[in-house]
């Protein structure tokens, strides 16, 4: 089990990246709406959360997606936060270097600090180099589409894929697309994997973001996932990515690393529920186990 975090920020989601719902078997995907704007995801699980370190990254994610210097009163308008919090947070991120200040301006930009933290972040990149050939001999083999992804806060990101040579369909998701985690077999397959704590943690902030009755659905199938990974270490779902999609999910958990997910999914028709136990599922779980032995 996992006891690695990288908490979500509820108060401030990153609006300005599309998330896919809908998933086809076409090289493009439609990117409807996200999490809803505004909802008060802070109410629930706050005694696990340190405000002012929330709060900081917050004013830090506003700057995704924009090579604006932005001011204070930008800030505050796009994390929803005081002003005079915003004043005091830009200040100490100045001193510690993940912003930078322009007198000329009287406007903030991101900082060189903040370039170290995605080097480290990048670490796992070996990861993807090592995954590649073996991704792309099992979508060759099999006709399938086969990524790996990772958590991004509440989002589920794609670090790799690959498609069939063989194939005239493939699944329309690229690398860097994100998924909701909460609604997508992907998600359920890392939440599975999770601590305890750290899904609960997790579920907390997604619930505001669904309907009563869509919640309860996406729980019982993300129990589902859990039980069919604790049975033969993978998930199947047919249905949830489409009526013509199945994918097939299983968590990858190497020493020292974040948690993540290798899957693969392609037409319901050729992916028959024999056909992947016979062979498609043993396949992604022996590429599984390779990249677990080369770490």
């Not at 991101?110 to 001999?137: E, I, N, S, Y």
């Not at 498609?163 to 998600?187: D, F, I, K, Q, R």
């Amino acid at each position: 089990m996992s006891t690695a975090t990288r908490q979500p920020h509820p108060q401030a989601p990153r609006q300005r990246r599309a998330r896919i719902k809908d998933v086809r078997l076409v090289l493009r995907a439609p990117h409807p709406p996200g999490y809803r704007a505004g909802a008060d995801a802070g109410t629930v699980g706050e005694s696990a959360v340190i405000k002012p370190v929330e709060r900081g990254f917050a004013v830090l994610d506003a700057f995704l997606g924009t090579d604006e210097w932005l001011a204070n009163q930008d800030l505050a308008a796009r994390t929803g936060l005081p002003k005079a919090t915003v004043s005091r947070l830009t200040q100490t991120l100045t001193a510690l270097g993940y912003l930078g200040y322009s007198e000329q301006r009287r406007k903030y930009r991101l900082g060189v600090a903040v370039l170290t933290l995605g080097f480290a972040a990048m670490v796992d990149a070996d990861v993807v180099l090592q995954a590649r050939a073996l991704m792309q001999k099992l979508a060759d083999d099999n006709g399938v589409f086969v990524a790996l992804a990772g958590r991004d806060g509440l989002d589920m990101i794609f670090f790799e894929n690959c498609h069939s040579a063989s194939s005239n369909a493939t699944v329309g998701l690229g690398v860097g697309e994100h998924l909701p985690m909460a609604s997508s077999p992907v998600g359920w397959a890392l939440l599975a994997c999770l601590h305890e704590n750290e899904r609960n943690y997790l579920l907390d902030h997604m619930r505001p973001y669904h309907k009563r009755d869509e919640w309860m659905l996406l729980r019982q199938k993300l129990a589902d996932a859990q039980q069919q990974i604790t049975d033969k270490s993978y998930c199947l779902s047919t249905g949830d990515w489409g009526p013509e999609i199945t994918v097939l999910a299983a968590p990858l958990q190497l020493a020292q690393r974040m948690p993540m997910v290798l899957l693969c999914a392609g037409p319901a028709r050729s992916l028959s529920k024999a056909r992947v136990e016979q062979r498609i599922g043993p396949q992604l779980l022996a590429v599984r186990a390779r990249l677990g032995a080369g770490t």
